[in-house]
C-alpha cells in the first residue's frame, strides 16, 4: 500500500503517518504539509514530505497527477483543515472546502488512487437536545446558516465527500469526536487550558474524546479495509464535563447561561484563546456522544487510548521531577 496523507505538519497527520509506516504492508508515504518540514520528520526510501498549499485547485490537481502518480500512490488520507476558529474568510473556506473538492476530482480517474478518506468531525452533526441519544451516521447535519464557518466548512466538505460515495473512487469519511490534544484546533483543551473553567449553571453534558493513538488508528483500520460511506470515530473517554474539568486539575464555576459567551469573549480579548461558547452552546448544553458500532463492525476500529489531559505546568514539572528520581533511584540499584 502506498499512501499520501495531507495535514502531514499537524499533530494528527504525523500520528498518521508513524501508525501508517510501522505497517510491513504500507511501501511508501508521500506526506504532505502546508507547513515546513515537521522536526523529526525525514525523508527515507518510505517516506518523502513536501510543503504544499492545496487551497489552490490547480496546485492539488499538479500534486495528484504529478508527485503521486510518479510514487503510484493508491490511497489519499486528506487531514488537512484550517484550525482556527475564529478565522473566517475565502481563504479559510478554500483550504476547508476547495481543496476536498480538487482532490476529490483529481483523484477520480487517476491510474493509481483507488481509495480516499475524508477527517470530518463530530461537530457536523446538529446536536440533539439530550443527553442520553448516541449520534449515529443517519442523523442530521448541522445547516443553519447562523452557524460559524468553522462548522459550516466542516459540514460542507463532509457532504462533498459524501457525494462521492458509490462512484469509482471508494470513499469513506471519518467523523472524529472532538480530538483533545495540544495543536490539534480543539476547542475543549483549549478550554481546559484556563485555570478557570466556566460552565452553565445546572447542565452537566456528558462528552466523548479522542487520543491521538486511536484517532491514528482509525485511518490506519480505514486505509486498510474497502468500506465506504460515512463512519463515526468515538474515544475511549465518555464523561461528564465537570469530570474532564478535574481530570485536567482546573477550578469549575458554575455561571448562568447568558453570561457564558461574553464572559468568554472578553477572555479572548485579554488572553488570546481560540475558544468560542457559541460554537459549543448545544454541546455544553446537551451533550451528544457518538455511536462507534458502524466503524467497529465495518472498519474493526475500536477505542482503546485514553486522552492525556492538559495539566499546570507546575503538575508537569513535578511529574518529570518524579520520573527522574525514579531513574536514578533505579540506576543506584
Known amino acids: 500500500m502506498k499512501v499520501m496523507v495531507t495535514g502531514a505538519s499537524t499533530p494528527l497527520g504525523l500520528a498518521i503517518v508513524e501508525h501508517l509506516l510501522a505497517l510491513p504492508d504500507v511501501s511508501f508515504v508521500l ?57 473566517t474568510g475565502r481563504g479559510v473556506h478554500l483550504q476547508n472546502v476547495e481543496s476536498t473538492r480538487a482532490l476529490l ?44 464557518q468553522w462548522v459550516r466548512d466542516r459540514v460542507e466538505a463532509d457532504f462533498t465527500a459524501c457525494a462521492h460515495v458509490g462512484g469509482t473512487l471508494k470513499v469513506a469519511v471519518l ?28 447542565y452537566d453534558p456528558m462528552i466523548n ?15 486498510q479495509s474497502t468500506a465506504i460511506g460515512p463512519f463515526n470515530i468515538p474515544g475511549a473517554d465518555t464523561l461528564p464535563l465537570t469530570r474532564a474539568i478535574e481530570e485536567s486539575q482546573r477550578f469549575s464555576i458554575p455561571v448562568p447561561g447568558p453570561l457564558m459567551s461574553p464572559m468568554y469573549r472578553l477572555r479572548r ?45 507546575w503538575r508537569e514539572l513535578l511529574d518529570r521531577l518524579a520520573a527522574d528520581r525514579a531513574t536514578v533511584d533505579g540506576a543506584r540499584h
Open 269 to 313: 480579548r485579554v488572553a488570546g484563546f481560540d475558544f468560542r461558547y457559541d460554537m459549543n452552546f448545544a454541546r455544553f448544553h446537551f451533550g451528544g456522544v457518538l455511536d462507534g458500532t458502524r466503524a467497529r463492525e465495518q472498519l474493526g476500529y475500536a477505542p482503546r487510548h485514553p486522552v492525556h489531559w492538559p495539566h499546570p505546568w
Open 31 to 87: 506526506a504532505v504539509g502546508k507547513d515546513r518540514r515537521p522536526v523529526g520528520l525525514v525523508d527515507t526510501g518510505r517516506l518523502r514530505y513536501l510543503a504544499v498549499d492545496l487551497s489552490h485547485a490547480r496546485v492539488a490537481h499538479d500534486l495528484v497527477w504529478g508527485d503521486a502518480r510518479l510514487h503510484l500512490i493508491n490511497t489519499v488520507i486528506h487531514a488537512a483543515q484550517h484550525r482556527g476558529a475564529h478565522d
Open 175 to 202: 467523523r472524529l469526536a472532538e480530538l483533545v490534544a495540544p495543536d490539534s484546533g480543539s476547542q475543549l483543551w483549549d478550554y481546559l487550558g484556563s485555570r478557570v473553567c466556566l460552565r452553565p449553571l445546572g
Open 105 to 148: 476530482a483529481a483523484c477520480e480517474d487517476h491510474p493509481s488512487i483507488r481509495r480516499f478518506l475524508l477527517r470530518s468531525f463530530a461537530e457536523v452533526y446538529a446536536t440533539p437536545h439530550t443527553t442520553t441519544q448516541l449520534l449515529v451516521e443517519d442523523d442530521p447535519l448541522e445547516l443553519s446558516p447562523g452557524a460559524p
Open 209 to 223: 474524546v479522542l487520543s491521538l493513538e486511536d484517532a491514528a488508528e482509525a485511518f490506519r483500520a480505514a486505509a
